[in-house]
């Protein structure tokens, strides 16, 4: 599945100055993973991290092709199910409430990645979810 790349300055020691690469994220194993592909003095280089892009990267994606948003209009009656699927998603327990309450009012917004993922978590919970291109965002 496509969830969308951007183009990025590169830092690279031996390369020329404004030298860009292309940053993307992917599920892999149930988990997401963030891939940089750019070349070096005509040589292939990838670099790669799990579970959250950093920050520019995330911005960049965000950016270019556009930001998502994950609407659960059914937590499919247990709440605690839901609840459990966020903290395992990597929430913090004193942002679940929270989080679960954003979910059923306004959807939380992310990555189109970030989204899937945690929207299969949620519908292995039992609920019924979306993950929709928000029409006001950039690349959207």
């Given at each position: ?41 005509g040589s292939p280089i990838e670099a790669f991290g799990w579970d ?17 948003r994950l609407d659960v209009p059914d937590a499919g009656g247990s ?29 939380i917004v992310g990555t189109c990645a970030e989204l899937s993922l ?23």
């Amino acid at each position: 599945m496509d969830f969308g790349q951007a183009d990025v300055p590169v830092a690279c020691d031996t390369c020329a100055e404004g030298h860009t690469g292309v940053v993307y994220e992917t599920i892999i194993g149930g988990r997401l993973q963030w891939v940089l592909d750019y070349e070096c003095e005509g040589s292939p280089i990838e670099a790669f991290g799990w579970d959250r892009s950093p920050d520019e990267y995330r911005q960049a994606i965000l950016d270019q092709s556009g930001t998502f948003r994950l609407d659960v209009p059914d937590a499919g009656g247990s709440r605690v199910a839901v609840l459990k699927a966020l903290r395992d998603g990597g929430v913090a327990w004193v942002d679940v409430a929270g989080g679960l309450d954003a979910l059923l009012d306004e959807g939380i917004v992310g990555t189109c990645a970030e989204l899937s993922l945690l929207a299969t978590r949620l519908e292995s919970a039992g609920a019924t979810v979306a993950v929709v291109r928000r029409a006001d965002a950039a690349g959207g």
